[in-house]
């Protein structure tokens, strides 16, 4: 049909009506700024909770006792702190047993306290003159730990661990690695893999702590 009256439906419009409303859409005053709501942690939990059963007690404080609003103010606070201190050390003391778990878990024992070097060589080898050849191990051990303290090669405290000495050495003193590690490999299948260790063990970590450690008389 022709004319200026087109069938309704037969003439494709100027404009594509999706193109339009897409355009119409996208100007700026049909947008709108969405912001992330923050996210909830546990502390703010346990805060809350903390400051419900706060108000509790200062509206149940405030029935009970009659004073003024400054001293219970006052007093408030001071409950506030004691509870706060109270929260603080009960996270220290999970965060330490939790460090403890995960160290126990991973081998990763912690190292007995120092003491001097020429004492605990000698009293590996009494241990090894009567066959204890793994508290010999140990003791030339812990010996060659104190004697690292001495030349600042380590940190010889109960906290460190086998590897983080093995890490401290190679860092501070090269040297004296291959030597260190050789005795606290000996001292780690003894003390960490319940190995059985013989006069053939006892005498490599001798020779390596003789060799290294007491040379030309400087054992600390």
């Given amino acids: ?111 007995a306290p120092r003491y001097a070097a020429r004492d605990l060589y000698a009293q590996a080898v009494a241990a090894a003159a009567q066959r204890r050849y793994r508290q010999a191990i140990a003791l030339v051990f812990r010996a060659t730990l104190a004697s690292l303290d001495m030349r600042h090669a380590l940190d010889d405290v109960p906290s460190r661990t086998v590897n983080e000495c093995r890490r401290d050495v190679r860092a501070r003193a090269p040297r004296f690695a291959p030597a260190f590690d050789g005795i606290a490999r000996l001292f780690t299948a003894v003390a960490y893999a319940n190995a059985e260790p013989g006069e053939t063990e006892w005498l490599q970590a001798r020779e390596a702590y003789d060799a290294t450690f007491r040379r030309g008389g400087d054992e600390t």
């Fill in 1 to 111: 049909m022709s004319g200026p009256l087109a069938p309704f439906g037969l003439v494709r419009p100027p404009i594509d009506p999706q193109r339009l409303a897409t355009r119409i859409l996208s100007e700026r005053r049909f947008s709108e700024r969405v912001t992330r709501p923050v996210a909830h942690t546990w502390w703010d939990t346990l805060w809350s909770w903390l400051a419900d059963r706060w108000h509790q007690l200062m509206d149940a404080f405030g029935r009970s006792v009659h004073v003024s609003r400054g001293v219970t103010a006052a007093a408030g606070d001071l409950i506030l702190v004691a509870i706060a201190i109270l929260v603080i050390a009960v996270a220290a003391r999970l965060l330490m047993q939790i460090n403890r778990d995960y160290s126990s878990r991973s081998g990763a024992q912690p190292i």
